[in-house]
Nanobody, 115 residues
Framework: QVQLVESGGGLVQPGGSLRLSCAAS????????MGWYRQAPGKQRVLVAR???????NYLNSVKGRFTISRDNAKNTVYLQMNSLKPEDTAVYYC?????????WGQGTQVTVSS
C-alpha cells in the first residue's frame, strides 16, 4: 500500500509563506502525477497544484504566481511552496498520487492563514 506522509502545515499571518512536503513510500516515477488538494470547512476538495511524471504542472487559478509545486526524485518527495498567503488559503491540504485507475491520499495537514 502506498503511503504519503505530509508535513509543513501550520499557522501563518497573511502575506507569509509555508512549504508543504509530501514523502511517498514509492518512487515518483511509479505515479502518473502527484499533487496537492485542499478542503476548506463546508467546501469541496479542490485541486491546488499538480506535477506530472514528465514535469508539466498545473495550478488552481487563484494560486497561480503565489504557489509552486516541485519534486525531489531522489527523496520521493513533492513540495508545495506557498507565498503571499491569504486568509482564503486556509484549509486542510492533502497530498495525492495518481496511477492508472487509482489514487492515493495523505492524511492531510492544516494550513491556517490569520492575523
Amino acid at each position: 500500500q502506498v503511503q504519503l506522509v505530509e508535513s509543513g502545515g501550520g499557522l501563518v499571518q497573511p502575506g507569509g509563506s509555508l512549504r508543504l512536503s509530501c514523502a511517498a513510500s514509492e518512487s515518483f516515477s511509479s505515479f502518473y502525477s502527484m499533487g496537492w488538494y485542499r478542503q476548506a470547512p463546508g467546501k469541496q476538495r479542490v485541486l491546488v497544484a499538480r506535477i506530472f511524471n514528465g514535469g508539466n504542472t498545473n495550478y488552481l487559478n487563484s494560486v497561480k504566481g503565489r504557489f509552486t509545486i516541485s519534486r525531489d526524485n531522489a527523496k520521493n518527495t513533492v513540495y508545495l511552496q506557498m507565498n503571499s498567503l491569504k486568509p482564503e488559503d486556509t484549509a486542510v491540504y492533502y497530498c495525492h498520487a495518481a496511477r492508472a485507475g487509482t489514487g492515493y491520499w495523505g492524511q492531510g495537514t492544516q494550513v491556517t492563514v490569520s492575523s
